[in-house]
């Protein structure tokens, strides 16, 4: 009896002994089964799903955008060029703005500081019309364009070579050759100036005007070589910013060649405005030309400032 307990007990423990060989007996990995694994040519490929259309998600008004190629990335072909649809904001999207902006200048001697040039200027530079509908303040936006535009022209040019020539002048001759140098930039305009007025004028743009006008001054003076900083730099910008107004409304109703007596205007207000006795004499004729140039009749004005 006990002998036969004994045998089945040893055999219990050899059987028991195989199923844990045979569990943890790995996966044959003979040498020749890893070069097969190894030197096995890999799958070829699937290709690649078909692309779909994407739809971008709404951005608030103001993003930029770099997706996209031509124009900002703005318009999708045959989507936004097909409907016109355009996303505002993006360093694109002000490009293009400048580019219609700038064309729309080329219509303004014949269709005025209007919306119907701006419409012609984006048709001009392959640009769907409906981007005039993204400037809050049309014929605003465009005669403050050619503000911009025009006091960055004369910053260039006197950076190009025109600084040099002003050292060799005095004071006086400085200033006014300044001063005719951006009022000539108006030449083309000069029959539709007064448009250009009277829409700086409105409440809306009056604010915007102002300030242009004295950026503008500054820059007279800086580029006259004054870099001075006291009371007398308040004064002097305000006496030349009224010999500008003064000279840029008499420009309108310049019937000589070439603007010629417009130029002497300019020369004789500001040489008779470095005369420090007359330099409130010339602030009034600031208070008088903006009184014109924003909101007051103009021929009205004109009269005041030659009976002086």
């Known amino acids: 009896m006990a002998s036969s307990l004994a045998a089945r007990r040893l055999l219990s423990h050899a059987a028991a002994a ?43 008004e103001g993003a930029s955008s770099s997706d996209g190629a031509g124009a900002g990335g703005a318009y999708q072909a045959g989507h936004g060029a097909a409907t016109g649809s355009r996303r505002p904001g993006g360093a694109g999207y ?25 419409i012609q200027g984006a048709r001009d530079v392959g640009v769907s019309p409906a981007i005039v509908g993204a400037f809050p303040r049309k014929e605003a936006a465009l005669v403050e364009f050619f503000m911009d535009d025009c ?16 050292k060799n002048l005095i004071l006086s001759e400085r200033l006014s050759r300044l ?25 809306a743009n009056v604010s915007t005007s102002l300030k242009q006008r004295a950026v503008l001054v500054d820059e007279f003076w800086h580029a006259a070589g004054d870099g001075g900083s006291d009371i007398d730099w308040y004064v002097k910008r305000t006496v030349l910013g009224g010999i500008y107004s003064t000279s840029e409304l008499y420009m309108l109703t310049d019937n000589s060649p070439e603007f010629r007596d417009t130029w002497t205007f300019v020369s004789r207000r500001i040489k008779d405005a470095l005369d420090l006795g007359k330099s409130f004499k010339e602030v009034t004729y600031l208070a008088e030309a903006m009184g014109a140039g924003m909101g007051g009749s103009i021929q009205g004005v004109l009269n005041k400032v030659f009976q002086k």
Do not use: N
């Open 18 to 60: 195989r199923r844990v060989l045979s569990c943890a007996s790995p996966v044959p990995s003979s040498p020749s089964f890893r070069r097969l694994a190894t030197d096995a040519s890999p799958p070829t490929p699937l290709p690649p799903p078909p692309l779909q259309p994407t739809v971008d998600p709404p951005k608030s």
């Open 94 to 118: 002000e490009e293009e703005q400048e580019k219609v902006l700038r064309a729309s200048l080329l219509h303004v001697p014949r269709m005025g500081w209007s919306e119907s040039a701006m």
């Open 151 to 166: 006091l960055q022209q004369l910053i260039d040019r006197v950076d190009a070579g025109e600084g040099e020539q002003l």
């Open 179 to 203: 001063v005719q140098l951006r009022l000539e930039m108006q030449a083309p305009y000069i029959s539709k100036w007064p448009q250009a007025l009277s829409i700086q004028s409105q409440p």
